[in-house]
């Protein structure tokens, strides 16, 4: 069930009352955190997400890439909240990590150092990532894997990347230093099908910064084709339902007319 308390995106996850990690909520009906905060628990498998003081959220496992999972929101969730929206992030930035593992823990400050990074994480996948700079001398970020990278605090809250690694200090071993990687949030959108649509449209940017039209365009057909090529390789595969693949074909055919006759992105 969804409590009526006030929701902001960011989740703290749980299972059975025990904290499991934190995550945040990029639709009203999709959330993403790390998956090696999850542990081996398998998809569809169930947790309470809770935003602020009460207000929880049930949400399940819907699908894993690398170390990023996507959680489905079980149930509408009407609090009038307004998601984050994507942005790109820019060395020397200033950026913060409002996702918490408790109330009572600090908010995560700093500065990002590089930007787009070739980066091989623990799991040895090669992803692009932001290497950000940590003000709070906590000695270790254990609890804010997941979480995401925000470049603007106040809603629309602009959000950049994904918190997945930190680096081990070089002296002590038991400590880690004060750099976290993130992935890119583009990256994070591409890597669902459910997301594809998301990936390369960075809302909230200055029209400096903003693609052309036609450019802009472009991007949405290409990534309503990926989700059609990655559709059609799960039905080959038999991870989903042949009838299930034509009608979901069908809808994303149907966006992709309406966006050439000149219609709105859906």
């Known amino acids: 069930m969804t409590s009526k308390a006030a929701v902001d995106p960011w989740l703290r996850i749980f299972e059975d009352e025990e ?14 955190t790390a998956t090696h905060v999850l542990g081996k628990r398998e998809l569809g498998h169930r947790f309470a997400a809770r935003s602020g003081r009460s207000a929880t959220l049930d ?10 999972t996507l959680l489905v929101v079980e149930g509408p969730l009407d609090h009038g909240l307004l998601p984050p929206q994507a942005g790109r992030a820019v060395e020397k930035s200033k950026w913060s990590g409002p996702a918490r593992p408790e109330l009572n823990n600090a908010v995560l400050t700093g500065t990002i150092d590089a930007v787009d990074l070739d980066f091989e994480l623990e799991s040895g996948d090669l992803v692009s990532v932001h290497q950000l700079c940590v003000d709070q001398d906590l000695g270790s970020h254990h609890g804010y894997s997941g979480g995401p990278v925000v470049t603007r605090r106040a809603p629309p809250h602009q959000v950049v990347g994904v918190i997945l690694e930190q680096l081990p200090d070089a002296v002590e071993e038991t400590r880690s230093a004060n750099v976290l990687f993130a992935i890119a949030i583009d990256q994070a959108f591409g890597a669902f099908a459910e997301l594809t649509h998301l990936a390369g449209t960075r ?5 400096d910064s903003r693609a052309d039209g036609k450019v802009a365009h472009d991007i949405v057909l290409d990534k309503h084709e990926a989700v059609l090529r990655r559709a059609k390789r799960w039905a080959d595969e038999g991870l989903i339902e042949a009838v299930d ?8 055919q149907r966006q992709i007319f309406e966006l050439l006759d000149g219609g709105e992105q859906r």
């Open 59 to 68: 949400v399940s496992i819907l699908a894993t890439s690398g170390d990023l």
């Open 203 to 207: 809302h909230g940017l200055d029209s």
């Open 19 to 32: 904290f499991v990690g934190v995550g945040f909520l990029i639709t009203l009906r999709y959330a993403i």
């Open 245 to 252: 693949y034509e009608v979901y074909k069908a809808r994303v």
